[in-house]
């Protein structure tokens, strides 16, 4: 669901970046406000700055190569800001309504979800170019890149996941899921793909060698958000309606845990031995502590926090 645009999307990047002195570290966590406008940045548990992106409302982020980049739906185009100075760098034009979001490594290629236009494109990063385009099913939401270069596409209302070869831009294949996909997330090693499946409200897990569903299980009301914990063992979902994220035992399938968190919960992100939760309508984000799953922080951010993601500092200037 995507609430209705506060206010046009004003074309000259104004902002201010992240505190003077900060730069990025080992990795750190970026979070859009959709109606704040803002990224907040994350250090260690703890709010380390903000850029505001003035005029826009910012859906999904992702990041490659020392970038983030911002989906603005409503704005048609995407955002490209400086991670380790919290800089805006460019605004890219996009004609559809862009939604979800995956960048190569090197941050030099984007892939983007049209919404409204249920079609992905490949852009170059440096100045918007549609370098190829692939048609998906109906509203595509999220979409994830795996490091052979596939990418893999929520067809939130075919009920679907759809699958591409991105150096050619050819489907590979469509996967029947539960009903209106909507997150999606790999497995450490690849091997399986998390898809939640926000009418149904259950998981679908993919074998992304087959290409085929292998089960689809019970996770909780209205799954949001995916994250898998870096072993491999636990699946996180975030529920938007219960406000509470359900933990998976990754092997059996089945649910360790339920941990309460802020209103709305959509996004979710691990980093550091904590999952951070973006409660849209908290205007918070919650960070979890892995090892007992329990809440231990509700951090303030801007108006309708969404989305996250993790960038890690590349020790180069990004272009």
Do not use: C
Not at 82 to 89: E, N, Q, S
Not at 138 to 144: E, G, L, Q
């Amino acid at each position: 669901m995507i609430r209705p645009a506060l206010a046009a999307l004003i074309l000259a990047p104004a902002l201010a970046g992240w505190p003077a002195g900060l730069s990025a570290r080992a990795a750190t966590v970026y979070v859009a406000s959709q109606q704040g406008a803002q990224v907040t940045r994350i250090e260690a548990g703890a709010v380390a700055g903000h850029t505001t992106v003035a005029g826009a409302a910012p859906a999904t982020v992702a990041a490659g190569g020392g970038l983030l980049f911002l989906s603005h739906p409503d704005g048609h185009a995407v955002t490209v800001i400086d991670a380790a100075t919290g800089a805006v760098l460019r605004r890219l034009p996009y004609k559809g309504q862009a939604f979800g979001l995956a960048a190569s490594p090197d941050g030099k290629t984007l892939f983007v979800a049209d919404w409204s236009g249920n079609r992905v494109d490949r852009l170059s990063a440096a100045d918007g170019t549609v370098e190829a385009s692939a048609e998906t099913g109906r509203d595509p939401a999220h979409i994830v890149l795996d490091r052979a270069g596939r990418l893999f596409v929520a067809d939130r209302e075919s009920h679907r996941v759809s699958v591409f070869d991105t150096a050619r831009m050819t489907r590979l294949a469509t996967i029947p899921v539960g009903t209106a996909p909507f997150a999606l997330a790999l497995s450490p090693d690849e091997r399986r793909l998390y898809v939640g499946n926000v009418r149904s409200n259950d998981l679908t897990v993919i074998d992304t060698e087959a290409l085929e569903a292998l089960a689809t299980v019970p996770a909780g009301a209205m799954p949001y958000g995916i994250a898998v914990s870096p072993d491999g063992t636990r699946i996180f979902v975030t529920n938007q309606h219960a406000a509470t994220v359900t933990v998976l035992d990754a092997g059996r399938l089945v649910i360790a845990a339920t941990v309460g968190v802020g209103r709305y919960p959509e996004g979710i992100v691990i980093e550091g031995g904590r999952a951070y939760v973006a409660n849209w309508f908290s205007d918070s984000v919650s960070v979890l502590d892995l090892a007992t799953l329990k809440e231990i922080a509700q951090l303030p951010v801007a108006e309708g926090p969404r989305s996250l993601a993790i960038a890690a500092s590349t020790g180069e200037t990004p272009r």
